[in-house]
């Protein structure tokens, strides 16, 4: 089991940057698929990008060229650059630890961390 703790969101303006962090506990963080989500105010829960044990990842197209998923497994660390942010990505972000075991779905999520893009 491991407990994901979202950090780094905050104000920033259109074009700047932010760094989101997620640190999980446990001892088998490096087995998990990591994972970024994001939800607006009245939208759905969607899915920004996601890193695999590996190190394989997937990028929402949305963000495609300015976010890069990240993590080192000996922090047990996940991270999140935003680059060139526009105010349509102003959200919670939500960090998510998912793995797969004799076909049993674990998945956990952090508390969210808020990020807005505003002038």
């Known amino acids: 089991q491991v407990q994901p703790v979202e950090s780094g969101g905050g104000l920033v303006q259109p074009g700047g940057s932010l760094r989101l962090s997620c640190a999980a506990s446990?001892?088998?963080?490096?087995?998990?698929?990591m994972g970024w989500y994001r939800q607006a105010p009245g939208k759905q829960r969607e899915l920004v990008a996601t890193?695999?044990?590996?190190?394989?990842?997937y990028y929402d197209d949305s963000v495609k060229g300015r976010f890069t998923i990240s993590r080192d497994n000996a922090k047990n660390t996940v991270y999140l650059q935003m680059n060139s942010l526009k105010p349509e990505d102003t959200a919670v972000y939500y960090c998510?630890?998912?793995?797969?075991?004799?076909?049993?779905?674990?998945?956990?999520w952090g508390q969210g961390t808020q990020v807005t893009v505003s002038s």
């Open positions: 446990g001892n088998i963080f490096s087995i998990y698929i």
């Open positions: 998510n630890a998912r793995r797969v075991s004799t076909g049993t779905v674990y998945t956990y």
């Open positions: 890193i695999g044990s590996s190190g394989g990842t």
